[in-house]
């Protein structure tokens, strides 16, 4: 079974305003990464967060990260119709080298 | 720099069929990693590979072979292709190390009739 599970599975909203993604994951974890996913593309790295992190930023894009509750979120602030993808969380297990993937979230931000 | 080029982009196969995926990266990455994509739904990992020499088996290896023999390149072999195995298929590398991202290449999609 996959690791990380997003939430909402959809997302539709205007453009300006922000967006916000969840992922929770099952085992620890080394670190947490956020990708997107243009349609038919493969996957662009956006940002990554250690596990001793508890929030990191990128430009339009705030990364939290609970290691008690297993979860993590991305915020895209101020959001544009070419944010229009798919937004996959990933994890690194404690100690493994296998990244996990997410079902993702499909984000439709409307101009 | 091509960064990750896979080939081919798309192919259709017949049950039965084997066929090996090519994946190539110039980065000198020491990691590389094959992963297969849904529809709708997230990638699962298939197999990877730490280095030359190295591999090892992902969430979902069956049906599937890799073998690394230089840095530079990573093959997924289906022995005998099946429907199920219908899917688009990702390369992806990164450099050793617990906090790096990873490189995706366009993919492959192939179909199994």
């Known amino acids: 079974s996959q690791q990380g599970e997003e939430d909402p599975q959809a997302l539709s909203i205007q453009e300006g305003e922000n967006a916000t993604m969840n992922c929770s994951y099952k085992?620890?974890?080394?670190?947490l990464q956020w990708y997107r996913q243009n349609s038919g593309r493969g996957l662009v790295h956006l940002i990554l967060i250690r596990s001793n992190e508890r929030e990191k930023h990128s430009g339009r894009l705030r990364v939290t990260l609970d290691t008690s509750k297993k979860s993590s979120s991305l915020l895209i602030t101020a959001s544009r119709a070419a944010d229009t993808a798919s937004y996959f969380c990933a994890t690194d297990a404690t100690g493994g080298f296998k990244t996990i993937f997410g079902a993702g979230t499909r984000l439709f931000v409307k101009a | 720099n091509a960064g990750v080029t896979q080939t081919p982009k798309f192919q259709v196969l017949k049950t039965g069929q084997s066929m090996t995926l090519q994946c190539a990266q110039d980065m000198n990455h020491e990691y590389m990693s094959w992963y297969r994509q849904d529809p709708g739904m997230g990638l699962r990992l298939i197999h990877y590979?730490?280095?030359?020499?190295?591999?090892d088996q992902g969430e979902v290896p069956n049906g599937y072979n890799v073998s690394r023999s230089t840095t530079e390149d990573f093959p997924l072999r289906l022995l005998s292709a099946a429907p199920s195995q219908t899917s688009v298929y990702f390369c992806?590398?990164?450099?050793?190390?617990?906090?790096?991202?990873?490189?995706f290449g366009p993919g492959t999609r192939l179909t199994v009739l």
């Open positions: 992806a590398t990164r450099t050793s190390g617990n906090y790096n991202e990873q490189f």
């Open positions: 590979s730490v280095g030359a020499g190295i591999t």
């Open positions: 085992t620890s974890i080394n670190n």
